[in-house]
């Protein structure tokens, strides 16, 4: 039988022995050493009446501190880590025995004067400060160490803000024993606090001084600790700072500093979406929370990037009940349990099927009775579509029909489905699939009570298959980071921006709008590839290479917002837009629709891009797109105008 006897711990025995060792020796310093300063160190002048009590009683007083020191913990505490509890301890046993030293006294006088009240004070705080040496000064020698030995492999650092938030991030790197940076100076634009100091550590000047200051102190990484800065403020500074070479940091937010929650820890690597020159979509939230509170709301492709966000955003907003559809149920998991964990109120089913099995949505559909839908589950991702275009037909537009019907039938009251730039004047078979949902959307408004909708929006950072974190991946194997083509636009929106459009889509819907965001100028890719490098603290070329690869099937150097024929109108929203729906011969398009589930079926998929062009004339795939190169040229060239403006 194996034994649970523990060995004997020699080491803890040893380090014990020496701390009741060195405070017994402290005792008695403290005793004798109390009478000497009341007597200004001279012996010859301490009464015999004095000396004999404290002498006759330091016995007992040893062994009864030594007792109080035990229970205390005071040979119990880790005084590598100590901190205010362990000190609070320590004041409390010397104090105690010093009521103890004044109490034992008074019996050991035996007739004699008393002892000077002056002697208990001082022999309180002698032991205290012996006692503290004792426990605190490992510490302190540790620490020094520790930052000895750090310094020698340190990091040098800017901070950007001397404000609160810098104020705290530098003096936890300043304090810290394990933190390999070493601030060697601040940056602010506030004039006032130019050459003064913070935690010892000098603000220079503004952020003119960035590049300078970088190069004269050999900076090696610059925190930009403002969270309360705008993204086009951050834009503007951090167009700054990657000129520097150096690596970036800054705290994700303002609502930080609300909640004191800025440190060391908090900090993130500085994004290439800080360097997108458009701040955050302003949406009516209480406009939001009217519609969904209360109701019953089904999320399509609910543990995708877009579908997560969605279930995130309208668990803020109270519904009655929220279902989570998607076909991979590792992704509908983890949406799940985060949901459970930040919301436990919810009413909340997680369930697996397929938009693309009739049966299991349109049971799921008779069986919760969803007020509103969003439509978030398609296939995506453009070049692998272009190698299986039956199966974007399948999922995408008859996964969307079969979803829509669902809801058609079973009193929906909002169908907010999501779309694509991509689907304008698409090259690329997910594009024209997403074309022909928009078609259906808006047909299927005009037959049946249900309010169907479409929200229209460019990349996503973030999001799954998206550039950046490839990009990431690349750079983080020393390289080369791949470009498709030189001059490849795109427009860029975060995944909260693109959620908070299809959630205000839902609240502005009459009925067959497309809803499309204005997202600013467009952005080259090999601008986000080489400020991503820059930021990551590497030089173009240099430390990681760019390698062009050509583009992708399917691919176009630029994505459109509006068919010329879609004509814009504004909402309440200025960043949001409608595009007017298009005449279209509804017979004739169900009936295209029936041709185009037939070769979505068969094995050849030969003939189903020629059935998608009859359906969506604006499509030209790659093998018919000479017709529109000029029409191309030029909307790339409106493009580039547009790029040349801004400031990347």
Not at 280 to 287: H, S, T, Y
Not at 339 to 364: D, F, G, Q, W, Y
Not at 403 to 409: F, K, N, R, S, V
Request: glycine share 6%; net charge negative.
């Amino acid at each position: 039988m194996k034994s649970d006897k523990r060995p004997f711990n020699f080491a803890k025995f040893y380090r014990r022995a020496g701390l009741i060792v060195y405070d017994v020796l402290s005792i008695i310093v403290a005793s004798f050493f109390a009478l000497l300063l009341r007597y200004e160190f001279n012996i010859d002048l301490i009464p015999e009446e004095f000396l004999d009590p404290v002498t006759g009683f330091l016995p007992i007083n040893i062994i009864i501190t030594i007792m109080i020191f035990y229970v205390l913990r005071l040979y119990h505490s880790l005084w590598a880590y100590a901190g205010e509890t362990e000190l609070q301890n320590l004041v409390m046993s010397c104090v105690a025995s010093g009521i103890v030293n004044a109490v034992g006294l008074q019996f050991f006088r035996v007739g004699r004067q008393p002892v000077p009240q002056s002697y208990y004070f001082l022999y309180t705080f002698l032991l205290i400060s012996l006692i503290f040496v004792s426990r605190f000064s490992y510490r302190f020698f540790r620490s020094v160490k520790h930052k000895s030995e750090n310094r020698k492999n340190s990091t040098s650092v800017m901070v950007i803000g001397a404000g609160e938030a810098g104020n705290v991030i530098i003096k936890e790197i300043v304090n810290s024993n394990f933190s390999t940076m070493v601030i060697r100076c601040i940056i602010d634009d506030d004039r006032s606090k130019w050459g003064h100091y913070i935690q010892g550590i000098r603000v220079v000047g503004g952020r003119d001084k960035i590049i300078e200051c970088a190069d004269l102190y050999d900076i090696d990484e610059i925190i930009v600790a403002i969270p309360s800065l705008s993204r086009s403020g951050m834009r503007e500074l951090l167009a700054l700072c990657k000129e520097t070479n150096c690596k970036l940091l800054s705290l994700p937010g303002v609502y930080q500093l609300v909640n004191e929650d800025v440190s060391v820890s908090k900090l993130r690597d500085v994004e290439v979406e800080d360097l997108l020159g458009r701040d955050p979509i302003a949406v009516d939230l209480n406009q939001i929370a009217g519609y969904v509170s209360g109701k019953t709301v089904l999320v399509t492709g609910g543990g995708g990037s877009i579908g997560s966000e969605l279930c995130r955003q309208i668990a803020n907003h109270k519904p009655g009940m929220l279902i989570i559809v998607d076909i991979y149920e590792n992704n509908a998991y983890d949406i799940q349990q985060e949901l459970k964990k930040t919301h436990p109120e919810l009413n909340l089913e997680v369930l697996i099927a397929s938009v693309r099995n009739t049966n299991r949505i349109n049971r799921i559909f008779e069986t919760y009775k969803p007020d509103i839908v969003y439509h978030a589950a398609a296939h995506k991702h453009v070049p692998l579509m272009e190698d299986s275009p039956n199966e974007a037909i399948k999922n995408n537009v008859f996964g969307t029909f079969k979803t829509a019907m669902a809801a058609a039938m079973n009193g929906c009251k909002k169908f907010v489905m999501i779309s694509t730039d991509k689907a304008v004047n698409p090259t690329n078979i997910m594009g024209a699939s997403k074309r022909i949902c928009e078609m259906i959307v808006q047909t299927f408004n005009k037959h049946y009570d249900t309010e169907f909708v479409a929200v229209r929006f460019g990349n996503v950072l973030g999001s799954n298959g998206s550039v950046i974190p490839l990009f990431k991946k690349q750079i983080a194997q020393g390289g080369p980071v791949t470009v498709t083509d030189p001059n490849i636009i795109r427009y860029f929106m975060t995944i909260p921006e693109a959620v908070s459009l299809v959630m205000q889509a839902g609240a502005y819907a009459k009925g067959g709008e497309i809803f499309v965001l204005d997202m600013g100028e467009p952005v080259r890719i090999l601008d986000l590839a080489e400020n991503l490098i820059k930021l990551s603290g590497y030089k173009v070329g240099e430390d990681i290479k760019i390698e062009f690869t050509g583009l992708r099937p399917g691919e176009k150097l630029y994505e459109e917002m509006l068919m010329d024929e879609e004509g814009l109108q504004d909402t309440a929203n200025r960043m949001i837009h409608i595009g007017k729906p298009i005449d279209m011969d509804d017979m004739k398009f169900f009936g295209q629709l029936e041709e185009l589930n037939s070769a979505s079926k068969a094995e050849h998929t030969d003939e189903i891009r020629d059935i998608v062009q009859k359906i969506v004339t604006t499509y030209h795939p790659e093998d018919n797109a000479d017709d529109h190169t000029k029409e191309h040229q030029l909307a790339l060239e409106r493009a580039a105008e547009l790029i040349n403006e801004a400031d990347y």
